[in-house]
T-cell receptor, first 115, second 109 residues
Framework: DVKVTQSSRYLVKRTGEKVFLECVQDMDHENMFWYRQDPGLGLRLIYFSYDVKMKEKGDIPEGYSVSREKKERFSLILESASTNQTSMYLC??????????????FGEGSRLTVL | KNEVEQSPQNLTAQEGEFITINCSYSVGISALHWLQQHPGGGIVSLFMLSSGKKKHGRLIATINIQEKHSSLHITASHPRDSAVYICAVRSSSNYKLTFGKGTLLTVNP
């Protein structure tokens, strides 16, 4: 089974802190995604990566950056956390090419609270 | 801009009932996903389809490309089916997914 693992299920940080959210997938998927999920707003794409060192902005990239130094790992960075970044963060991966192109696999989510 | 509308927003059923959740979208798509999220949990992909119908156990997903509409059906519903069901579509013009806001299903014993 494909596994997408997020480093922390729950985090509490203070305003202004630098926050790292890590995501690792074990199926050699090319595509990796970071979403945030907020009540009433659904899932919104923050950043997308289709290969090592490649990234594209999603719908709400402001206040976030990402890093993909290895194919299996996609990190989301909050340079200076703010209270409006309190949210559930979900990482996902998908294959590129083949019969199952685009099928999504999600991690368990990281619930971040910024005080 | 692609809009994805799900209905109903909330649905309560008795165990054993047949459930239908609907998803409508506004632009051409290359694929549509149905996802399931249990409370406090991660998201699981149920189906990815671009035409016709798919079945997995008690779950059936259909899509009508001409009408830009998809339905997720659950036969013989069970309390463990209680979850949020999310529809997401991939535009035919790019890689991005647009998500519906989800349907909260509660199945009572």
């Amino acid at each position: 089974d494909v596994k997408v693992t997020q480093s922390s299920r729950y985090l509490v940080k203070r305003t202004g802190e630098k926050v790292f959210l890590e995501c690792v997938q074990d199926m050699d998927h090319e595509n990796m995604f970071w979403y945030r999920q907020d009540p009433g707003l659904g899932l919104r794409l923050i950043y997308f990566s289709y290969d090592v060192k490649m990234k594209e902005k999603g719908d709400i990239p402001e206040g976030y950056s990402v890093s993909r130094e290895k194919k299996e790992r996609f990190s989301l960075i909050l340079e200076s956390a703010s209270t409006n970044q309190t949210s559930m963060y979900l990482c996902a991966s998908s294959m590129l090419g083949g019969r199952n192109t685009g099928e999504l696999f999600f991690g368990e989510g990281s619930r971040l609270t910024v005080l | 801009k692609n809009e994805v509308e799900q209905s109903p927003q909330n649905l309560t059923a008795q165990e054993g009932e047949f459930i239908t959740i609907n998803c409508s979208y506004s632009v051409g798509i290359s694929a549509l996903h149905w996802l399931q999220q249990h409370p406090g949990g991660g998201i699981v992909s149920l189906f990815m389809l671009s035409s016709g119908k798919k079945k997995h156990g008690r779950l059936i997903a259909t899509i009508n490309i001409q009408e830009k509409h998809s339905s997720l059906h659950i036969t013989a519903s069970h309390p463990r089916d209680s979850a949020v069901y999310i529809c997401a579509v991939r535009s035919s013009s790019n890689y991005k997914l647009t998500f519906g806001k989800g349907t909260l299903l509660t199945v009572n014993p």
